[in-house]
């Protein structure tokens, strides 16, 4: 074969497989639009990225801001739940203060009263003994007895802190006398008390009985 036939031969052959009809012509084509598909891909990529980390940084900052508003709104609350808790507690150790003294009172007077109800139940036997020891009596030992059981009932009331009301001779208190009787006599000042038919009694300041008398003038 001529030399300068193979020559032109070949020449086509490499002409052909350089056409935009041959693989290798296509192939390194799309490898080209790959690469520049890609490179345009890029730009959106990052902007999509940067779109992103900008709303989550609105997102956090907006949810920082209301941590904090409602944080303060329950500071603000927790103080109002606060000052309410103490104001009902201040109420509440008032009323037992004053239920307190209350029922101490409502004690003191209890066992007063009853005290003074006893008392003034044995204060009969008091007169009849003190009458008993007026009269004359023939047997001694009868009259001593009867004035150590005096002595003894005196002692006793005595230590209940049971005082006798002084009338004879006193000016005349309503508040501690009972008058039934007025005399004239003008040796005596006016509304003194000049004779007391029975004793009168207090306990501390409270009168249990009062002295019953006989007024002057």
Do not use: W
């Amino acid at each position: 074969m001529d030399s300068g036939k193979l020559e032109d031969e070949n020449a086509e052959g490499t002409a052909d497989n350089l056409s935009p009809d041959s693989g290798f012509y296509n192939s390194e084509s799309n490898d080209r639009g790959a690469a520049d598909t890609a490179k345009d891909s890029e730009p959106a990529e990052d902007e999509g990225k940067n779109d992103a980390v900008k709303s989550a940084g609105e997102d956090a900052n907006a949810g920082n801001g209301g941590k904090v508003k409602n944080g303060g709104d329950s500071k603000s609350v927790l103080r109002s739940e606060l000052a309410a808790e103490r104001d009902r507690y201040l109420r509440l150790a008032a009323e037992y203060d004053n239920f307190r003294k209350r029922s101490a009172k409502e004690r003191e007077n209890t066992y007063s009263n009853a005290r003074a109800e006893t008392i003034t139940r044995l204060l009969p036997v008091y007169d009849n003994l003190e009458r008993a020891l007026k009269m004359e009596c023939a047997d001694d030992a009868f009259y001593k007895g009867v004035e150590m059981t005096m002595t003894q009932l005196t002692e006793i009331l005595e230590g209940m802190n049971v005082r006798r009301i002084q009338a004879s001779g006193e000016p005349f208190d309503p508040n501690r006398h009972n008058a039934v009787m007025s005399v004239e006599n003008p040796e005596l000042g006016e509304k003194v008390v000049v004779e007391e038919f029975q004793k009168g009694f207090t306990i501390g300041e409270r009168v249990i009985r009062h002295s019953t008398v006989v007024v002057a003038n």
